[in-house]
């Protein structure tokens, strides 16, 4: 390890450093704004760090770690979502919480752990990097001790996220067993098939478990059972966390792994995503249609949009990552805005959950309601959203390879989806009732969540409208990759 | 520039008078009249400009502007004006100013966001006919639904919620199809010559395997006919028209089916020619279908505002034939029949605004006897329905006329049927005004008659129509030549339309 090699690893040094460093600030004196601070500037001088290593060719650093410039894109994008997170999450703890602080020392470990996700190329570092996220988010989802749904939600979650542990590391034995090595880069010619070469069957068995426990994190149907009662249970903050973060990480490790150029995913594992992205984009969007309750719709169409990433994946071609890396940010952006303003709107006892809760919202509160117009259109895909252009670029990407069955399924799926986004934005325009917000609509909104969640807003309009400087970045960074 | 600063008239505009009408509402009723008379005036302007003098050959635009956008797609915003836009156009921005102007009483809620949506609806629509970037059209196109939506969502009547969830889920499954098919057409276009891109001139000459291109036409036509509608695709369209605001209505049957018929005539025909000509007596059926379909439900119907929608669905089966009719009579007759019908049903829609102010319902049945007590709206709501269906002398003769005159040379029998349409119109026609406005008043109505305001709104709508339906000629005059280039890109053979 050398000089460059430490500057490199830099923004996962801050982020780990200043994760001690709140623990000790805690240890010494219980104080939110301290705590809030300290994170906060811990994650602005790892972004910054991420700019000295800018220039740097893709570094390798032992066996565990590749620092290119795709890992730093992510990275990036892993930092904004957590600062986001926090900005919103201050106040919301202030008012509902008592201890809030260490709710800051797990978020920054989570993140640490899916930054270690998507800088590994050896399948040990990425069992490091998955644990450490998951061990801080059963905490995390388990939070508010208060209540029993998040208890329950924690539990839920810890149970199935060690079962699919367990079945992952199984994987990984028998991959070790029959090839002897761990390393990534061994096992994209393997899942492409583009080789020809006849895979071992427990070489194939090891590899199908191991992407039983990515598709566990990701939430893909049919390992998706945990994610409704997990987004509806966690406080908001951490949905918003679990919904961008850990699946980004996830995302743009199996993106790493699976990214070959030319050729999309074939073979029995091309089938088998292929299977799981159709059977995502059309449970997520049926399931969808019966829930009432808004947390639990974003939780079913996050499933959804887990399947139009997955088209992109399995269609892969010059076109496939930079659309799945821009659907990933578009979502990102997208689903931060709507988990941020539901945080803002949640009262100190109950979190606005129930559609029926924005009834109106529209004529109490403009400017909540039109960034969630904004929001819910760009899950929908309407033009001039940054939801749009991501579909867009999926579609692209899938009929530059002739994908035409996962195309169709897109379609379909994505008018299903459609229906119930206009349900809340007729709730959010109907008549004004007196149900609704009673508690927060008398409450003044917290103004850094405000700015932040305007700010969102306005971001998705900009993706939506002028996304040529960022997909030009896009394209240069997943050009060094695979 | 003129073009961008067509649509940015309307945005700005529309924006404006969402904030003005927190403490104004009768100014940010101005605010919108004086945004889209503003573009009327300009299109006017350019209109006047391009038509007195002899045009070069060379050039296909009247205007044109074209920016960069995404160069990774080669999209660039490239709006483009010919005399078919142009004619669009106008009617877009004069059934606008009738939209606002009807629903000056009508609307008291919101009136801010109304005027807005209402507005940026029209920016969409303008968007779509001016987009010559296949890319820019799908986003105009698409844009245009949100507004929409809104205006029957938020301001319709009993069942809008339901109506405007259908509208919306049918376009935006449609317009899904026509994604696929449009992002498909780039990409076969980059195989074969290795440029990506979305401009329309570029792709016009596209070379494909006959099999995709009939794909790729099929994708495109779904969105087209579910706008226009086809007879399978429109079942949104008596819902979404009834439950609709005046001025919804107004903008749904004047303008967003003409979107459809112009994405016709603008897109299927010349980028698909082999296709189109091939499927052409399929889809020449489709139209005829959709006349006797629309027209005999029109008689049936008992709601003005259902019955006034089902003869959209009528007259638009005389566009889709006179469209893939495949010679230039027929394609000018359905541009004639666009506009005229965007008047004459506009028309009939202030009409039903009117009634429902004045009497609280659409049934046709509750009115009767209306000449006794309001003469001059009667004799209007006379008019319009001669107009509707098909009244020599009104402008949707000649669009009929004409549509018919050409499809008699392609095909007879269909032309026989056709006719039998027009027979229907008669008797839904006649219904319409023997219900409404003769017989005994049975319910005892008083009711004023035909205000100024009112009166500015019917009247120039008749003078159009009798305009179109006597001396057609400057119409088709700045429609010919883009035609022609249509005609010419799907039909690859000598005009027999100048004769005339």
Redesign the interface.
Known sequence: MNVADFVALLPLITISVTAVVVMIAIAIRRNHKVAIAISLIGVAASLMSLSLAASNAPLQITDFFILDSYSRLYMAILLGATGVVFLFAYDYLKRRQERPEEFYLLVLLATAGAMVLLVSRNFASFFLGLELLSVALYSLIAYVRTQSTSIEAGIKYLVLAASSSSVLLFGLALIYADSGSMELSQFATAMTGISGSTNTIPLLIGLMLVLTGIGFKLAVVPFQLWTPDVYEGAPLPVTAFIATVSKAGMFAFLLRWFHVHGVGIAGTPGLVLTLIAIASMLTGNLLALLQTNVKRILAYSSIAHMGYFLVALVAGGPLGAPAATYYLIAYATTVLGAFGLMTILAGSRDEATSIDDYRGLL?KRPLVASAFTITL?SLAG???TAG?LGK?YV??AG??QSRWIL??TL??S??IG??YY?RII?AL?SQQTDSGLVESSARPLPLPATLVLTALAALILLLGVY??PL??AI?AVTRDLG | MILVSLILILLTSGIASWIVARRHETSARWIAVAGVGADFLITIGVWIANTGRAQPVTRRWFEECNFNWISQFGIRFHLALDGLSLALLLLTYFLGIVAILSSWTEIRQRVGFFHFNLLWVLAGITGVFLAADLFVFYLFWELMLVPMYFLIGIWGHERRIYAATKFFLFTQLSGLLMLVAIISLAVIHQRTTGIFTFDYEQLLNTTMSPRSARLLMLGFFVAFAVKLPAFPFHTWLPDAHTEAPTAGSVILAGLLLKTGAYGLVRFVLPLFPGPSRELAPLMMTVGVIGILYGAVLAVAQTDLKRLVAYTSVSHMGFVLLGIFAGNEIALEGAVIQMISHGISTGALFVLAGLLQERIHTREISEMGGLWETMPALSGAGLVFAMASLGLPGLGDFVGEFLVLLGTYRVNVSLTVVATLGLLAATLYGLRFAQGAFHGPNLHHWRLPDMRLREWTILGPMILCLLWIGLYPQPVLNTLRRSLATVQQAALPQPLSGDKR
């Open positions: 004529w259109l309407i033009p001039l749009f867009f579609v692209a009929a530059s195309l169709f379609v379909i994505s008018t459609l229906f206009l007729v325009y996304p040529a997909w030009d394209i």
